[in-house]
């Protein structure tokens, strides 16, 4: 079993730069895939970032390429995302996610354990 409690968020200006954390609890977490996702009011929930059990491979939104950054340090138990210039369609609540698998995935619903989520705000 793994819990997560993800924090970070709040309210940013365009072109702002916001790191989530997320803190799991739990022994096999070092073992773990992790995902952020993100949900905004009316639409799904889809994959910002993904990072393997080791970090040796990732996966971004096309979105967010170039300007997000996903990492971990098992040794903590932490994983982040390193938001930068930030744009007010990135506003949403971000979850981060992880799944009994080493390898990453792009759908929620191949994720097992969730954070409570945290809620990101672009003002433009």
């Known amino acids: 079993q793994v819990q997560l409690v993800d924090s970070g968020g709040g309210l940013v200006q365009a072109g702002g730069s916001l790191r989530l954390s997320c803190a799991a609890s739990g022994r096999t977490f070092s073992s773990y895939a992790m995902g952020w996702f993100r949900q905004a009011p009316g639409k799904e929930r889809e994959l910002v970032a993904a990072i393997s059990w080791t970090g040796g491979s990732t996966d971004y939104a096309d979105s967010v390429k170039g300007r997000f950054s996903i990492s971990r340090d098992n040794t903590k138990n932490l994983a982040y995302l390193q938001m930068n210039s930030l744009k007010p369609e990135d506003t949403a609540v971000y979850y981060c996610?992880?799944?009994?698998?080493?390898?990453?995935?792009?759908?929620?619903?191949?994720?097992?354990?969730w954070g409570q989520g945290t809620q990101v705000t672009v003002s433009s």
């Open positions: 996610a992880c799944r009994r698998s080493t390898v990453v995935a792009r759908t929620a619903s191949q994720y097992n354990y």
